[in-house]
């Protein structure tokens, strides 16, 4: 088992930065992958960004160039920085993960660790 438990959302305005984290607990956080998603009103629940156990990293296209993903396993903690904020950016951020010998995936029914999430919200 893991425990995800996410911080630093808040309201900021468009073209501002955000830093969110996620605090893992429970089994070993350096061969986890991780991931965050996000989950805007009314819509589905959609991949943002991965990390693997060896850092290796993706990105959705709406991020990509904006957003970095990253992770200390010495303090069992991900990361992630959000540059270039924008209204559409607006949601509530989940980070999750799955063992990393499952390989990698970027649907959320495959993740069996997830945070509580944070929100995110970002004013035009």
């Known amino acids: 088992q893991v425990q995800l438990v996410e911080s630093g959302g808040g309201l900021v305005q468009a073209g501002g930065s955000l830093n969110l984290s996620c605090a893992a607990s429970?089994?070993?956080?350096?061969?986890?992958?991780m991931v965050w998603f996000r989950q805007a009103p009314g819509k589905e629940r959609d991949f943002v960004a991965i990390?693997?156990?060896?850092?290796?990293?993706n990105y959705a296209d709406t991020v990509k160039g904006r957003f970095t993903i990253s992770r200390d396993n010495t303090k069992n903690t991900m990361y992630l920085r959000m540059n270039s904020l924008k209204p559409e950016d607006t949601a509530v951020y989940y980070c999750a993960g799955r063992e990393n010998y499952l390989g990698i995936t970027y649907s959320a029914t495959a993740y069996p660790y997830w945070g509580r999430g944070t929100q995110v919200t970002v004013s035009s």
């Open positions: 429970g089994r070993p956080f350096s061969t986890t992958n």
């Open positions: 990390i693997n156990s060896r850092s290796s990293t």
